[in-house]
């Protein structure tokens, strides 16, 4: 008489030969996992193209503005945003870029801030300290800008488009600090040609 014993080994040696349904399993390991890295693929691929598009959007925004043309009924300030909402289509919300343009008397002055005491020593300059205010604008400036603008003919330019960019996929929130939006900005110096004042 075969034992009980005999009988169950056999069927545990079935159940595992069997394949029947090891598909099912392995996706239910590995799906989630694919869909991840695809996600996050094309979230990473959404924001290299972002970041591309700002950078273009500066470019061409530095471009417009250093040739001092403007035309008819349309200020510098106007043909800089519309070349940089030109590049924005689509793929980035114009209602949330910001443009801001910045003349400089030198390349230099953009790397350092205007001249303070710093009390404390602590190499930043803090709420209380004496600072010269070169600019007369009111506060301490980190860098020594001269004014708001596109400039005039031979002025020192930077421009800044920032952007607040928003992950669609949760889990990449990670790569931002744990928010799910990140500030992405492009920034271009440049030296504006020596046109005519009334061109």
């Known amino acids: ?97 910001s443009i801001s343009t910045s003349v400089f008397a030198s390349f230099e002055d953009m790397q350092r801030g205007e001249p303070f005491i710093d009390s404390n020593n602590n190499g930043e300059w803090d709420d209380g300290e004496w600072y010269s205010d070169l600019n007369d604008n009111g506060e301490w400036d980190w860098r020594r800008k001269e004014s708001d603008g596109v400039g005039g003919p031979g002025d020192i330019v930077l421009y800044e488009v920032n952007y607040p960019w928003r992950f669609m996929v949760p889990f990449m929130k990670t790569l931002s600090d744990g928010d799910s939006i990140i500030d992405l900005s492009a920034q271009i110096a440049i030296r504006n040609e020596p046109f005519p004042d009334d061109l």
């Open 1 to 97: 008489m075969p034992s009980n014993g005999h009988r169950s080994g056999a069927f545990g040696e079935r159940v595992v030969n069997d394949r029947t349904g090891s598909i099912v399993w392995e996706f239910a390991f590995l799906g989630p996992v694919l869909l991840g890295l695809v996600l996050g693929a094309v979230e990473v691929a959404r924001l290299m193209i972002a970041i591309t598009v700002l950078n273009l959007a500066a470019s061409e925004a530095a471009r417009v503005g250093l040739t001092g043309r403007e035309e008819a009924g349309v200020t510098r300030d106007e043909q800089v945003r519309e070349a940089v909402m030109n590049y924005a289509v689509g793929l980035i919300d114009e209602n949330r870029i």
